[in-house]
């Protein structure tokens, strides 16, 4: 969430830091986690205020003038363009060395047409403020020359972007986050007042509330407020939500997301007019209806889905997102106000089934504090009726059923001295927990028990708890450390097993070639594996997931592996080359019998990287993945790895299974239609799967060596011709046996069956290569292995010699 310094500042009365570093590490200290900062006030680094005292013509041009100005610390001589500059006025001055926001340009001394410039008057648009650049901007202001432009303009704010874990939800809020740093700083917070002029108009006599699931909804309140002027908020409050990254739309709307972000509470405006029955009923749906939201999309609902209703109808999906029928618009006269608190976990099924969520559902789901929702409302209502000059009826409509039991915790002295290692007081404990509203309540037994604010009541609810706020009160860096656990890295290098070389010598070989490493969770839905594995074997299920989605141990890489494809084809478009490796493991039950393995899964799809050698496809087909495959086994140096083709008549394609020592450690196959259509790929994926537990049993032979052949090789090409069905390996073997002795190398280079040859053929050409290592072959010898091959190709195959 992004939080504004400035903002924090309102809320803290005398709140001052010696330096952003100091703040920054002290709010880090205390378990706030920053994942950035933007400080605003440094693209204004070199812009101050001056005043211009001389303008005159410039020689050399006739629309530009040379001004005299008094930047603080010197006169500085600029060029200037504005028709409007003149003498007497206060304007901005950008100092050498400044960056143009505009264009990101350095300011520079130069000469322009002959006259020194020193520096630039700068115009709105030059400085990002506005779209005006008809010249320069003219400041009202009595601010002294030489002082920072960010300081005058309120440009000097500073954003912290931080990361809010789900057990704080009251950090999801400014006065959350100013009330962590007032308890580094020692101070209070304080809260803006509200002072409503309520109408003579009742709230229950122009809206009746009624909640139906008291289960689900908590507390319900509502004011009517009338009589509204729908336009642009006031520049102060755009820049607030335009800093913390929110885009104002009208005063109604950024009011409501104002005191979302300023107190935590989401917020929603209703037009008051589209009410229909003038009446709120808060219930779930009905199953399998439709709702459309404020984003115009419709939404399948289901029995659990809660939402706010009219008397005909859905009005919003509670704690998630408005309807469009009743959203705030232009024409808008009448607006009710709706603040709430829904069951945190009924919001956050809620939004994982409609697959939206929003800023207020991220709230909601983490537990609001039930006791700012009234605030909130008054707060919302105070502002409506300043910027919008809305008259508010009388009386907050207040539906709070069953008010939640008062939260109470107790901690002991003695355990959190222990557990923390230092000797603590009762006194520095209260002391130390009453920075954060955690009021000392009483003590019983040698426990003291405090009261726990309705802000933390999803996070603070048992003795652990309690001293892990006090570890971080006390400061973490202020416990002494007794044990020393550094490591001497000094001989890591040496530090190695055998799984962990082979894992390397798999990611530097695939990453050279061209692959890139994925890594995919081993989590997964149970709907996918049995999709996977055709209900073949059960995933291993996961008690207690964080995600009803991710509830099941990964069967297989597949899934994980074609999802990435999927969203790399769905960002990148479909015209792209990819090329993908995993290694990780994975999980399977059978019987009762958990079984762990680790696997390496490859994948091409789409384009080729490098063009086909030959022929006009440039999509990647099966032989790239075997290919690479095959590669990859004989930089394992397990190339005497034995393949076993099976055809599949469903996808049209060959399945190959590699096995070595009586062991299938890899299979290469084609996706089929039903996994592709199920990710919703449409390009032909290829997969080469490894069993690495298996491969590890292989990796560590001995390498036997021998000696290279001093004899020169001799080459020749065979095409032969057989029938389409008979498998490659058979005549590839038959070659390499009938050749034994004297042929030293065999590759396929060429395959083709077409109008050319006989139906029901095809062509294989070869590149064989023949060598001695005991002499120079002559052409009698090399032709009499030539010879046998084919002979034996002709009776054994039923092969075809083919003439050039």
Not at 71 to 80: A, F, K, Q, R, Y
Not at 360 to 376: L, M, P, T
């Amino acid at each position: 969430m992004k939080i504004s310094l400035n903002w924090i500042k309102e809320y803290i009365p005398g709140f001052q830091y010696d330096s952003l570093e100091s703040l920054t590490d002290k709010m880090i200290a205390i378990g706030l986690d920053i994942e950035s900062i933007e400080d605003e006030s440094v693209k204004f680094n070199n812009f101050v205020i001056g005043e211009v005292l001389e303008k005159d013509k410039h020689p050399n041009a006739d629309k530009l003038s040379v001004c005299k100005v008094n930047s603080g610390e010197e006169i500085l001589n600029i060029v200037c363009g504005a028709p409007n500059v003149e003498k007497g006025q206060k304007v901005c001055v950008a100092k050498i060395g400044a960056v143009i926001p505009d264009g990101e340009f350095e300011i520079k001394k130069s000469k322009i047409r002959g006259e020194i410039s020193e520096g630039m008057i700068c115009s709105s648009k030059e400085l990002n403020l506005s779209d005006d650049h008809d010249g320069i901007m003219v400041l009202q202001t009595d601010a002294k020359n030489g002082t920072p432009f960010a300081e005058i303009s309120g440009m000097n704010d500073v954003v912290f972007d931080i990361g809010i874990t789900p057990n704080r939800g009251d950090l999801f809020s400014h006065f959350g986050i100013a009330r962590e740093i007032a308890a580094i700083y020692g101070k209070k917070i304080k809260f803006p007042g509200t002072d409503l002029k309520e109408s003579a108009e009742k709230t229950e006599e122009l809206i009746t509330i009624e909640i139906e699931n008291t289960d689900l909804c908590k507390r319900f309140t509502g004011r009517v407020i009338k009589d509204v002027i729908i336009r642009e908020s006031p520049d102060w409050l755009k820049k607030k939500l335009i800093s913390i990254g929110l885009r104002p739309r009208n005063n109604i709307v950024d009011i409501t997301n104002y005191i979302m972000m300023e107190t935590g509470q989401p917020l929603h405006a209703f037009d008051y007019d589209k009410i229909r029955g003038k009446k709120i009923i808060v219930r779930t749906a009905n199953e399998g209806d439709s709702f459309t939201t404020l984003d115009s999309k419709e939404r399948k609902l289901n029995s659990a889905s809660l939402m706010i209703c009219d008397g005909e109808g859905y009005s919003g999906i509670a704690g998630v997102m408005g309807g469009e029928f009743s959203e705030i618009t232009n024409e808008t006269k009448n607006v009710f106000l709706e603040s709430a608190y829904f069951d945190p976990v009924s919001i956050r099924k809620n939004s994982k089934r409609l697959g939206l969520q929003t800023d207020a559902s991220q709230r909601f789901e983490r537990g609001v504090d039930i006791d700012i929702v009234k605030y909130a409302s008054e707060r919302a209502s105070d502002l409506i009726s300043e910027i919008a000059n809305g008259n508010i009826s009388a009386g907050l409509y207040d539906l709070y059923p069953e008010k939640l039991t008062a939260l109470e915790a107790g901690v002991r002295v003695s355990k959190a001295s222990e557990l923390l290692g230092i000797i603590l007081t009762k006194e520095q404990i209260i002391e130390l927990l009453g920075k954060i509203e955690l009021n000392f309540l009483r003590e019983d037994s040698e426990i003291l028990y405090f009261q726990i604010p309705e802000f933390r009541r999803q996070d603070i609810i048992r003795e652990a708890d309690l001293i892990e706020e006090i570890a971080r009160l006390y400061g973490y860096d202020n416990i002494p450390a007794k044990y020393n656990f550094n490591v001497n890295t000094e001989n890591s290098s040496l530090i190695d097993d055998k799984d962990h070389r082979l894992m390397r010598s798999i990611n530097d070989y695939l990453t050279g070639r061209g692959f890139n490493q994925i890594l995919t969770s081993p989590m997964t839905d149970g709907n996918s594996v049995n999709i996977i594995n055709n209900g073949d074997s059960a995933g291993v299920k996961i008690e207690n997931t964080v995600s009803a989605e991710m509830n099941t141990l990964r069967t297989g890489l597949l899934p994980g592996m074609l999802g990435v494809i999927k969203s790399n084809f769905n960002n990148s478009g479909k015209d792209i080359s990819l090329k993908f490796f995993e290694t990780g493991k994975v999980y399977s039950d059978k019987g009762g019998e958990f079984i762990e393995e680790t696997k390496l899964i490859m994948a091409l799809s789409g384009k080729r990287d490098i063009p086909a050698i030959y022929g006009n496809d440039d999509e990647f087909n099966f032989f790239d993945i075997k290919g690479e495959a095959e590669m990859l086994l004989f930089n394992l140096n397990l190339d005497e790895s034995e393949l076993n083709y099976h055809y599949n008549k469903s996808i049209d394609s060959v399945r190959i299974d590699i096995s070595l020592n009586n062991y299938n450690i890899a299979a290469i196959y084609k996706a089929d239609n039903k996994h592709k259509k199920e990710f919703e790929i449409d390009s032909d994926v290829f997969i080469a799967e490894f069993c690495l537990n298996k491969i590890l049993k292989n990796f560590f032979r001995k390498i036997l060596y021998k000696e290279i052949s001093k004899f020169p090789k001799v080459k020749r090409d065979l095409a032969v011709l057989i029938d389409r069905d008979l498998p490659y390996n058979i005549v590839n073997d038959q070659i390499l046996k009938s050749g034994k002795g004297l042929l030293s190398r065999l590759e396929l280079f060429d395959i083709y069956s077409g109008d050319k040859i006989e139906e029901g053929k095809k062509s294989l050409a070869f590149s064989m290569e023949f060598s001695s290592e005991e002499k120079t072959l002559t052409d009698i010898e090399i032709s009499a292995a030539m010879d046998k091959v084919i002979q034996d190709l002709k009776t054994k195959l039923n092969a075809v010699i083919r003439s050039q």
